[in-house]
């Protein structure tokens, strides 16, 4: 693999704690497709690892709470029809999916007014737009 995947700044996935798993895949690939493990099933630990802050692993465990099973996070890659790119595709979607959970939560929105000129520059232009569309009316027209 040509890993190290960074999650986020220095945290990158650990290998050591990354269990691999290879199996026939389905789909195009002639006869190759039925003697080759291509399909890769990638799994981590989130539950267990020490690779993560104590605070993002809380926050990656809580936002990945419907796709774990016991605490482990799976990913499934056969859209290559080599090994290899599923491999990397998979550790590369695992890496992705542990930035998006650990991500600190958006700031909270501030709420704010329009101003007054703004809305009723609005309101002037809409109302020059309804009369520019009215004098379009049937005035000048013989049918």
Partial sequence: MSGPYPIRGAVVLPEAELVWRFSRSSGPGGQHVNTSDSQVELRFDLAATKALPP??????????????VGGVLS???SEHRSQWRNREAAAVRLAALLAEATAPPPKPRRATRIPRGINERRLREKKARAETKRGRGRAGRDW
């Fill in 55 to 68: 605070v993002w692993k809380e926050r990656a465990l809580e936002r990945l709470a419907s796709r774990l």
């Fill in 75 to 77: 990913v499934r890659s």
